[in-house]
């Protein structure tokens, strides 16, 4: 196309937003658009389980950037637009709205959605899901004092979500069909730690507890389980995992495999179409294998590295993988991957509410759950990217410094 | 002990409690500092991020930059920059000096 197409960015997520804001600071002067369904700017989620529900901020609180930088820097931003399709060969994404845009280079930063569940009563009025600003907003209007809430899911954002609702006062129940609550991300005993917590908060914790359905005439008041209990309630939340937005580039025929395949460039199977955030499916050369991650780091930094290869940078997005959740007082940072271990250290006491895991692989280290300690973690991410061995008794052992075992 | 801006010099901490790798969190009125030692000299900054609400002073020192222990936003400590997302504002700094093994900060007249 003409030298005017420039880059075109589908989803105005976290990911797209810093993908824009790094094209311009890389140096490209060409068009960029920026395309995104939701009406607002590109924000940040984490908030949306933790201050904005908990406290009364506004939604502009979330935001990367106000309108006018995009303006200062020449970023057409099409709000409430939705991609519908796109043309590889011919180089186009066409808009729901009819409108066609040309580009040089696409980056498709889609996302995901939450996962649903298919179960009778879904649908009531009351029973909410969590992942946008309308979302928090509707959730946060009816955390009223003394509100029955029932949190279907105890994975972090729902207990999130329970949190922020205790601290309104409201009576909750997280109910969780596994044996113990953050399954996919913590160690059973850094899980059963929480749900503690929880239970010291007021929030009653019923783990092993399938959803079977909800009931209620014109909105949910009751959830039934499938061991036949039920529980009065006034609203519900449903946190139960997300799914990447992967049709459109199914559709135009892209490599996808639970999320779009891309290399440690972040490019996909058509050289000039990129993929960054949570909808991609990457090659991760710290940890020698394709991985999806759903976390705000990977937004934002991969958007970043993959933004400034399609600018001509040649330097691979690789990076240890690491979230947090904050919940109560406690702030929960996870680094690593956490899927393959043989040995579990502690490092610290629990009853202190400072402690941090570490998983070994063959006496290396690969993951890390630490609670109020963030300088632990990131001490792990650089043991976990050395891949060195590292000495048991010095990592559980809180008077030996782990700056101390890097330098070993 | 006064200057002509208007700023006082407070004695905050000794050399001894700011170390390389663990900065220290001080209170000067309503003033949060956070102290760091780097190659030898010492640097005052606002101890709180300027993205969300988190205490630097418990971040993760590299050479002259603090990373903050939220979301790993830096800064430049002897400058007070913010030099990578997710923080965009700088730090405030603040002028210190070391008498003897007593650290000094100075902070204007609130
Ligand atoms: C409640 C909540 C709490 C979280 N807390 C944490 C946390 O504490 N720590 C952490 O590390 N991570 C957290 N996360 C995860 C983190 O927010 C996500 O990983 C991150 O938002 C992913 O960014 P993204 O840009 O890839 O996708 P998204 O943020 O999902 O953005 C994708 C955007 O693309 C738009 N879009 C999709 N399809 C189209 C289309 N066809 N046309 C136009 N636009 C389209 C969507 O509307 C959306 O706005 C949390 C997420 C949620 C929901
Ligand atoms: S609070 Fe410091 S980077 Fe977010």
Known sequence: MTADSGFVVIGAGQAGGRAVEAMRKAGFAGRIVLVGE?????????????????????????YLRDRGFYREQDIDLRLGARASAIDPSARRVLLADGDELAYDKLLITTGSRVRRLAISGAELPGVFYLRDIEDALAIRARLAEGAALAVVGGGYIGLEVAAAARSRGCRVTVLEMEPVVMNR????????????????QGAEVRTGTTVS????????????????????????????????????????????????????FGRTSDPEIFAAGDVARHYNPLLGRQIRLESWQNAQNQAIAVARVMCGSNVAYAEVPWFWSDQYDL???????????????????????????????????????????????????????SGARVDRDALADPAVPLKTLLEA | MSDANNAEWHRVAKTSEVTDDEPKAVQVGAEYIALFKVDGT?????????????????????????ECPLHAGQFHIPTGKALSPPVEEDLRTFPVKVEGDDIYVQVPKG
Not at chain 1, 218 to 238: K, W
Not at chain 1, 357 to 380: I, K, M, T
């Open chain 1, 38 to 62: 939701e009406p607002h700017v590109p924000y940040e989620r984490p908030p949306l389980s933790k201050q904005l529900l908990s406290g009364d901020d506004g939604p502009e609180t979330t």
């Open chain 1, 185 to 200: 991300v913590v160690a059973p005993e850094v899980g059963r730690f929480f749900a503690d917590v929880h239970a010291a």
């Open chain 1, 213 to 264: 359905g909800f009931a209620g005439d014109r909105r949910v008041d009751e959830v039934v389980c499938s061991d036949g209990t039920r529980l009065t309630v006034d609203l519900v939340v449903i946190g139960i995992g997300i799914m990447p937005n992967t049709a459109l580039a199914e559709a135009a025929g892209l490599a996808v495999d639970d999320g779009i395949v891309v290399d440690e």
């Open chain 1, 331 to 385: 702030n929960l940072q996870m680094t690593g991957v956490a899927d393959r271990w043989d040995q579990i250290v502690y490092r610290g006491d629990m009853e202190d509410r400072r402690f941090t895991a570490f998983y070994l692989l063959d006496g290396v280290l690969v993951a890390a759950n630490s609670v109020n300690l963030p300088r632990d973690v990131r001490y792990a991410r650089k043991l976990i990217e």
């Open chain 2, 42 to 66: 010492f640097y005052a900054t606002d101890d709180v991020c300027t993205h969300e609400f988190a205490s630097l002073s418990e971040g993760f020192v590299e050479g002259d930059v603090i």
